[in-house]
C-alpha cells in the first residue's frame, strides 16, 4: 500500500522534499499549503518543485541535506538533520539531544 | 448501456453502470450528511467522483503540485506482518530510502502503549540508534487499546461482563479505573521516547474501545503537552464515530459518545493534538464509491474547519480503501486521489 500511496500522491520524502515539508507540520503545526511555500522559500525553490526528484535531488546535493543515494562524503542521517534545523529555521529534538551529549558549543 | 468495473467495500469485483455509480456517489454522501450533520459534497466533487469510478485507468493519481505528506503508523510491524526478515531499523531504511516516505513511525509488535511499558527501555536505544541515520521526522507510536485494562487481560472488572447483567455504576467505576492505568502507561511510554529524541508520538486507533478510551487518549495529550509543550503528537482515530460504552463522559464539557470527525477534531486541537486522523469506516457489502463518497463527505468537514494538519487514516478497511488482506491498486488509488483532491488533505 505504501508504494500505490507514494504513487499517487505522495511527495516523496527524501527523494523530493517530503520529509522537510514534513518537519514544518511536525514542528510549527503548519497545514500543506503553508508548510510547502515556507520550505520553497528557505531552498529557493518553487512551491510546484516541492515533490520534483531532480529539482530537490540538485537542492538538497547543494545544500548537503541529505539524498536518497549514498554518495561518499555527503550527510547522511544525524548530520544532514543538523544542516535541515539551520536552514529551515526550527529545532529537531535528536539534533539537540545530540548536541547535550556530545556537549556542543557550538 | 455500457459497464464499469468497480469493487464493493471487501474489495471483490463488480460492473456498474453510470447510473449506479452516480446513485451510490449520491447516498454515499446523503449517509454521511444525515448521520453528522455536515454540508454535503458540491455537485462538482459529486461529478468527479462518478468519473473517477468509471475511469478505466488501473492506477490514478493527484496534479502535479498537489501532492501531499505521507505517514505511516505501526510502520516497523508491517514487515514483521509480512514475514520479512529485517530489523526495525532496517524497516525504517527501507521506508525512508526505498519507499518515499515524509514521516517514519518505529513501533512494538504488539501496538499498544501496555504491553510497550514492560519493554521502553529496549525501545528506547533502537529509537536513539535510527535517529541517528535517519533524516525524516520519526515517530514513536502505538495505541491506547483500553481493552487491555479489563480483565482477563488487565486488572479491571469488564464493563463487557458487567453491562448485561445490568450492572452499569460498576462498568463505568472500572471504566474510571482503566482511564487511569492507561493514562499513567500513555504519559509514560510517550514521554520516555520524547525524552531519548523522537520526533512525535502517535495515538493511533484512538477510542476503538469508546468514549472511555478517548477520554484517557485525551487526557494523556494534555498532560504530556504540558509537560512538553515542544511535542509533535499525531491522533489517528479507530472509526467515525466514537462509542458511548460508559455513555457519560465529557470533555471541556463535550459529550464524547457519539461524535463525528469534525467534533473530533476540535477537541484533538483544544488539548494540543499536532496532527489528526480521521478513520470512516468502510462498508464492505456497499460499493466504493459509495464509500469513497461518504468518506470525503465526513472528511472535508473536518479540513474545512481545521487549523492544524488533517492525515486522514487511508489503510486496510478505512477511508475507501476496501476491507481486504491485499488490497487492489486501482481501489487504493483513487481513494488516495479522491481524498487529497476533495478535501485538501494535509496528508495520508
Known amino acids: 500500500m505504501a508504494v500505490a500511496h507514494g504513487v499517487a500522491s505522495g511527495i516523496g520524502g527524501i527523494r523530493a522534499a517530503g520529509d522537510l515539508v514534513a518537519r514544518m507540520q511536525v514542528s510549527k503545526g503548519m497545514r500543506l499549503p503553508e508548510a510547502k511555500k515556507y520550505v520553497a522559500g528557505k531552498l529557493g525553490a518553487s512551491v510546484a518543485d516541492i515533490a520534483d526528484p531532480v529539482v530537490m535531488d540538485e537542492i538538497r546535493e547543494d545544500l548537503n541535506l541529505g539524498r536518497v543515494n549514498a554518495i561518499p562524503g555527503a550527510a547522511k542521517g544525524i548530520d544532514a538533520k543538523f544542516r535541515i534545523a539551520e536552514v529551515l529555521g526550527i529545532e529537531i529534538n535528536s539534533v539537540n539531544l545530540f548536541k547535550k551529549r556530545v556537549g556542543w558549543k557550538g | ?348
Open chain 2, 1 to 348: 448501456m455500457s459497464k464499469f468495473f468497480s469493487r464493493t467495500g471487501d474489495g471483490f469485483p463488480v460492473e456498474m453502470t453510470d447510473a449506479e455509480i452516480r446513485k451510490d456517489v449520491e447516498e454515499g454522501v446523503a449517509d454521511a450528511v444525515k448521520r453528522a450533520k455536515i454540508a454535503p459534497l458540491s455537485a462538482d466533487h459529486v461529478r468527479y467522483l462518478v468519473e473517477l469510478f468509471e475511469r478505466p485507468d488501473r492506477a490514478v493519481g493527484v496534479e502535479r503540485g498537489n501532492e501531499v505528506i505521507l505517514s505511516y503508523d505501526s510502520a516497523t510491524t508491517k514487515f514483521k506482518r509480512g514475514n520479512v526478515s529485517v530489523s526495525k531499523i532496517q524497516s525504517l531504511q527501507i521506508y525512508e530510502r526505498l519507499l518515499g516516505a515524509d514521516i517514519l513511525e518505529l513501533a512494538h509488535i504488539d501496538y499498544s502503549f501496555k504491553p510497550v511499558k514492560p519493554i521502553v527501555v529496549f525501545e528506547q536505544p533502537i529509537l536513539e540508534q535510527a535517529l541517528l541515520m535517519t533524516i525524516p521526522p520519526l515517530f514513536y507510536g502505538a495505541m491506547p487499546n483500553l481493552g487491555l485494562y479489563s480483565q482477563p487481560d488487565g486488572p479491571c472488572p469488564n464493563p463487557g461482563d458487567l453491562l448485561p447483567k445490568g450492572l452499569i455504576a460498576e462498568a463505568r467505576a472500572s471504566y474510571a479505573e482503566q482511564i487511569a492505568h492507561s493514562v499513567k502507561d500513555m504519559t509514560y511510554v510517550g514521554g520516555t521516547m520524547y525524552e531519548a529524541g523522537a520526533d512525535g508520538i502517535n495515538f493511533d486507533t484512538t477510542a476503538a474501545a469508546g468514549d472511555a478510551e478517548f477520554y484517557a487518549t485525551l487526557k494523556a495529550i494534555e498532560e504530556l503537552k504540558k509537560k512538553y509543550p515542544a511535542m509533535c503528537v499525531q491522533m489517528g482515530m479507530a472509526s467515525e464515530f466514537v462509542l458511548g460504552m460508559h455513555g457519560e463522559l465529557s470533555y471541556n464539557g463535550v459529550r464524547l459518545a457519539g461524535l463525528y470527525p469534525h467534533k473530533q477534531l476540535e477537541l484533538a486541537q483544544q488539548v494540543g493534538v499536532s496532527i489528526f486522523g480521521p478513520a470512516i469506516n468502510i462498508v464492505p457489502s456497499r460499493s466504493l464509491a459509495w464509500n469513497t463518497a461518504r468518506s470525503a463527505t465526513f472528511i472535508k468537514a473536518c479540513t474545512d474547519i481545521a487549523k492544524i494538519p488533517v492525515h486522514a487514516c487511508v489503510g486496510m478497511g478505512v477511508c475507501g480503501v476496501p476491507l481486504t488482506l491485499t488490497v487492489p491498486i486501482d481501489a487504493l488509488t483513487r481513494a488516495s486521489k479522491a481524498l487529497v483532491d476533495i478535501c485538501r488533505l494535509d496528508g495520508l
